[in-house]
């Protein structure tokens, strides 16, 4: 292989190790072989050009002819003379191709879905890059300024990727840049040995020239790679968006009238997960009840299979006074606050937090008022750094019983805000009908779908998981069932637009912390997304799904005079009620006998003399009736630890302390409820750990009442001076058990029967057991004279040697 063939390889290699740089922006990374593949071509045609050979600039136009024939062959193929040639139709298909791209990066959060406009300019910019770094670097014969193009590919890899682009992908681009250095100077010195030996060897100064050549590229790709060094530090706008600091120039509403579609993935995962939870903003507000101050920046009400994101929409002039929120009635209760916000001098994005409904604002600078969503934006730059100003708003407080009873709302409204992608997989439609099973109004549906996310149905919050927010991403998490609340409010609101009820998200910040001198302070980890559906009477109504995140507003518990008549919510269904990924439970089968897949079958007895000389040995058979033994007996170990904890804490003889008595019929009243399926709360008092019971459990007035008695003779218990002795408490769990079972389904009757959750105490227990008999084993006396024993021996041992 010849050097300049090389050198030409070395060109290519460069290129896209300094495309890997990339690679974090998209999912998947597909696209990077296919332009590795039209990259080779390019190089390929570059190569042949110079060994006919044509004039350097005919050779790079030949290639960049090459390249253009091969974006259109791929992207634009249908528009195409014969597949290949670019005409007019094809021209205006990847132009607008690529626009659809470059509104796409702005669109998408990363990982960005690899779109075919993204694809295009992926692709594209690799070969542009790479066409100039070949004709740089071989055609031109000058390596190190093939730097710049590689470097300024690698910062716009950096400026957009989280955080940089990281260390591992500066050193692939990095290491490509170095091996197209070494691919030059060997070429050089390949070229400086033909020299020598040739009768140019008697001028000394092609040779010194040689070398001052490769010491100035030697000073320029260091330089390069210092360069590469300090431009991901020196562009930390490039990394803002939604909730962080936004990258300057004009704002969405800048002279256009219309704002375009942005996603809050990434900023808002990179909030919840900052090791400084810095101060975004605070604020001082008339509220007497701060756990409704959601400040919400904006609403994502569409939908495409691919993100939710907020739709382009006409923005007009702040008014005066904003107009009354959508669907809002008289009926419903609302108080006016006053609210004043300042925000953080470090804090600039172009969307201004409020709390909703807002009705008047009162704030500097030049704003744009978007009445569907509610929302405000900059206009020509405008941001929040530093910002300070005043807040009217309306704190609506409906109740359970309107919401249950409101009307169907508006046609038009109704089909834009139910509207799914055809991508959207069937398990989430099929999860929400049998989430919400037995619900009869909208508002029964919405509190099953909150309960199932945030109580029973097995989500864990974590904000280290991938963030995504596509048709895909949805089903990954009702199957994995973890992530943050990006994905429990997008996949709230998708389930309730299947059931036909509106729904969008709104993203924003929780309403934080309040403060000694009266103030409430936000923070980065106060950054949070929460579904939003309508109710016509009400209008938009937040709803709080993600667990341990915010508050459950009071208007998501069903209201107890409305549960148990017609349209009232009914029980929420028990998380078996649904596929599950985990071991189903196993039948209790008596002693003597073992499971089968229809029930218990009887082990069959050896009673068959062994013959002599052959057949299992007697030891033999007995390990094997042992193992069939514990076989049968395993599965009834749950049943069986939690049959005699149930007993004993439920014995009709207290022990001669009442006390004690009633805090084990409280703990026997937790665990019935943890076996079908509401997770106990050690945070609640027992009074609301009784009401969530009731509530979840949809209990009847029997029931519910036990459940109050005993959640009573326990606050007796703990905090009277002279508590009442117990009376009934044990009869109290025993109707609670009955009500919880006659309204379950049979499936979780069966699984809180023969694999009760509650067992798992008996794990902990015996673990604690375990550890106490150990302590006590080594602290006993025949073991610790041992080890005085042992100590004296190494001590003397010791000593012997020491005086030898």
């Known amino acids: 292989m010849s050097g300049r063939a090389r050198l030409a390889l070395a060109a290519m290699a460069a290129t896209l190790c300094a495309g890997c740089a990339l690679l974090p ?411 919400t099973r037995g619900a009869h109004t909208a508002y029964d549906k919405a509190v099953k779908l909150q309960d199932y996310f945030a109580l029973y149905g097995g989500f864990s919050y974590n904000t280290e998981v991938r963030a995504g927010s596509g048709s895909e991403a949805i089903a990954r998490f009702l199957s994995e069932k973890e992530g943050f609340c990006v994905h429990f409010s997008f996949s709230m609101a998708a389930m309730a637009r299947t059931l036909g009820i509106p729904a969008r998200v709104a993203v924003g910040f929780t309403p934080g912390t309040r403060q000694p001198d009266g103030t409430t302070s936000v923070g980065l980890k106060d950054a949070h997304a929460w579904p939003e559906l309508y109710f016509q009477g009400v209008g938009w109504t937040r709803f709080e799904p993600t667990p341990s995140r915010g508050s459950v507003p009071d208007y998501a518990y069903p209201d107890p005079a409305q549960s148990s008549g017609t349209g009232g919510p009914d029980r929420a269904p028990a998380p078996t009620a649904l596929p599950s990924t985990g071991p189903s439970a196993a039948p209790s089968c008596a002693p003597g006998e073992r499971p089968t897949g229809s029930g218990c079958a009887a082990v069959a007895s050896i009673s068959t003399p062994t013959p002599p000389g052959g057949g299992p040995a007697p030891w033999a058979l007995a390990l094997i009736a042992l193992a069939a033994l514990l076989v049968v007996a395993l599965p009834a170990l749950p049943l069986l630890g939690r049959s005699r904890a149930r007993a004993r804490r439920l014995s009709d003889d207290p022990g001669g302390d009442p006390t004690a008595h009633t805090l084990a019929v409280w703990q026997e009243l937790l665990d019935t409820g943890w076996d079908f399926g509401i997770l106990p709360d050690e945070a609640l008092t027992p009074r609301s750990a009784a009401a969530r019971i009731v509530r979840i459990g949809a209990l009847q007035p029997d029931a519910a009442n036990a459940a109050r008695r005993v959640a009573t003779a326990v606050e007796q218990a703990l905090y009277a001076p002279q508590p009442a002795p117990p009376d009934g408490l044990a009869a109290d769990v025993r109707l609670v058990h009955a009500g919880l079972r006659d309204g379950a389904p049979r499936t979780l009757r069966l699984r809180a029967r023969f694999a009760p959750r509650s067992a798992a105490r008996l794990r902990s227990a015996g673990a604690a057991r375990w550890s106490a008999l150990r302590r006590r084993c080594r602290n006993s006396r025949p073991a610790a004279a041992a080890r005085r024993l042992a100590t004296t021996l190494r001590t003397t041992g010791w000593r012997r040697n020491e005086r030898a």
């Open 25 to 435: 922006l998209v999912d998947p990374v597909t696209w990077l072989f296919q332009a590795a593949l039209l990259l080779a071509l390019v190089t390929e045609v570059g190569a042949l050009a110079r060994r006919v050979p044509l004039a350097r600039p005919l050779t790079v136009a030949a290639q960049a002819l090459a390249a253009v024939l091969l974006l259109t062959a791929v992207f634009a193929r249908g528009q195409a003379l014969a597949g290949l040639l670019p005409g007019p139709d094809a021209v205006t298909a990847l132009v607008d191709l690529a626009q659809d791209g470059a509104r796409d990066v702005g669109r998408y959060a990363i990982p960005a879905p690899v779109t075919p406009g993204i694809k295009l300019l992926l692709v594209s910019g690799v070969l542009l890059i790479g066409l100039v770094v070949d004709a740089l670097a071989v055609t031109y014969r000058s390596a190190a300024p093939a730097g710049l193009p590689l470097l300024a590919l690698y910062s716009v890899a950096a400026g957009l990727s989280q955080g940089g682009s990281g260390w591992l992908w500066f050193l692939v681009a990095a290491a490509g840049y170095l091996l197209l250095l070494l691919a030059e100077g060997r070429d050089r010195l390949s070229q400086w040995g033909r020299v020598f030996g040739s009768r140019q060897a008697s001028r000394p100064g092609d040779a010194d020239g040689g070398r001052i050549r490769v010491h100035a590229g030697r000073r320029i790709g260091v330089l390069s790679l210092g360069i590469a060094l300090l431009v991901p530090a020196a562009l930390p706008s490039l990394s803002g968006g939604l909730l962080g600091p936004a990258p300057g120039g004009a704002g969405p509403g800048g002279g256009g009238g219309t704002i375009s579609a942005v996603n809050p993935l990434v900023s808002l995962q990179d909030s919840l997960n900052q090791p400084e939870d810095r101060e975004v903003l605070n604020y001082r507000t008339t509220a007497a009840d701060t756990r409704e101050m959601y400040l919400r920046i904006v609403a994502l009400d569409q939908f495409d299979g691919t993100a939710w994101k907020p739709s382009e929409r006409t923005v007009t002039d702040v008014p005066a006074e904003l107009p009354r929120p959508p669907g809002l009635s008289s009926d419903v209760s609302v108080t006016r606050i006053n609210t004043s916000i300042s925000t953080a001098p470090w804090y600039a994005q172009n969307w201004l937090p409020l709390p909703y409904p807002t009705d008047k604002v009162d704030l500097p600078g030049r704003w744009r008022f978007e009445p569907e969503g509610r929302t405000l934006v900059g206009d020509r730059g405008q941001n929040t750094h530093g910002l300070q100003y005043q807040v009217e708003s309306l704190q609506v407080r409906p109740t359970a019983h309107q919401l249950a009873t409101a009307p169907p709302p508006p046609d038009a409204l109704r089909r834009e805000y139910t509207k799914v992608p055809d991508s959207l997989p069937a398990i989430v439609g099929t999860t929400a009908r049998q989430v």
